[in-house]
């Protein structure tokens, strides 16, 4: 029976186990955002936890267990004094796991492994692109979209600061699920989060304004291509026929793309069709 035996085997030796998650948590702390296997990363993100929680500690027991456990010790600076100030008011829940569907392959889970509050956050990210959809969104229902695409979408900056201190019971200009995203991923980050989340959707709203603009542009060009193409259909040379100043053969008109010599490649290997005669006269009509 199992008892007592807890967390997964992986399948590998205790050695060989406790190495690649040694290794899974340092590349973690170096690019603070990795993808691997969801047993891997729960099994990481559970020692990445008690790393950091060393690196808020801060005294030399802690530093001596760190320097211990990672592979990298230029990581360690890091951890005692970058890591440590980002956390420094959060209670615990360093890190994030993401599902990322399955690996092609053996269809294994795939998940990214991340820490919270990093330069290239997630939950941050969709957060913010939420804010400048539903806040477009209400807009669109209100203007008119010529006049939207001038003038965007205002003082997203303002909406999200005073988001930030709505309760999720009162009405605001979000969702009650985004208003809660949105004080979740702020409340730990600085006061300068709330400019940068601003940006972020104004991007996003800039975005989704320009889609169908883009989309109407290369419809009309698709449209004027194949209303030209269609004006030259009734005058398309065919084998055999030719255009003033043109000065091939006969055979070579008869034959089209058969009259074609390609030195470099044996006629045999050739794939021949027939073509019609390109003179300089006819490219510039």
């Given at each position: 029976?199992?008892?007592?035996?807890?967390?997964?085997?992986?399948?590998?030796?205790?050695?060989?186990?406790?190495?690649?998650?040694?290794?899974?948590?340092?590349?973690?702390?170096?690019?603070?955002?990795?993808?691997?296997?969801?047993?891997?990363?729960?099994?990481?993100?559970?020692?990445?936890?008690?790393?950091?929680?060393?690196?808020?500690?801060?005294?030399?027991?802690?530093?001596?267990?760190?320097?211990?456990?990672?592979?990298?010790?230029?990581?360690?600076?890091?951890?005692?004094?970058?890591?440590?100030?980002?956390?420094?008011?959060?209670?615990?829940?360093?890190t994030r796991i993401h599902k990322f569907g399955n690996r092609p392959g053996d269809n294994a889970p795939h998940a990214i492994l991340e820490l919270v509050d990093n330069p290239r956050d997630l939950r941050f990210q969709m957060t913010a692109r939420a804010v400048g959809w539903e806040l477009l969104s209400k807009r669109?229902?209100?203007?008119?979209?010529?006049?939207?695409?001038?003038?965007?979408?205002?003082?997203?900056q303002d909406v999200i600061a005073k988001e930030k201190t709505v309760s999720l019971e009162e009405?605001?200009?979000?969702?009650?699920?985004?208003?809660?995203?949105?004080?979740?991923?702020?409340?730990?980050?600085?006061?300068?989060?709330?400019?940068?989340?601003?940006?972020?959707?104004?991007?996003?709203?800039?975005?989704?304004?320009?889609?169908?603009?883009?989309?109407?542009?290369?419809?009309?060009?698709?449209?004027?291509?194949?209303?030209k193409a269609a004006a030259f259909a009734g005058i398309r040379l065919k084998a055999g026929q030719t255009l003033p100043g043109g000065n091939r053969s006969t055979l070579h008109l008869a034959q089209g793309a058969l009259g074609k010599e390609n030195p470099g490649r044996w006629q045999w290997f050739t794939r021949r069709k027939l073509g019609v005669d390109k003179s300089s006269v006819w490219n510039q009509i």
């Open positions: 029976m199992k008892h007592g035996v807890a967390f997964r085997k992986l399948s590998r030796t205790s050695s060989h186990r406790m190495l690649m998650l040694r290794n899974l948590v340092t590349s973690l702390l170096q690019h603070e955002q990795i993808k691997t296997t969801l047993p891997k990363a729960k099994d990481a993100a559970r020692l990445a936890e008690k790393i950091i929680s060393l690196g808020k500690k801060g005294d030399l027991p802690a530093f001596r267990r760190a320097t211990g456990f990672l592979l990298d010790q230029s990581l360690v600076p890091k951890l005692f004094t970058e890591l440590a100030q980002r956390y420094a008011e959060r209670p615990g829940g360093y669109v229902g209100q203007e008119d979209p010529q006049s939207l695409v001038a003038t965007g979408v205002p003082d997203i009405r605001g200009a979000l969702r009650t699920f985004t208003r809660r995203n949105l004080q979740k991923v702020l409340r730990f980050r600085s006061p300068e989060a709330v400019e940068e989340m601003s940006k972020i959707a104004e991007d996003h709203v800039d975005t989704l304004l320009a889609q169908p603009l883009a989309l109407k542009e290369i419809a009309s060009a698709k449209q004027e291509k194949k209303e």
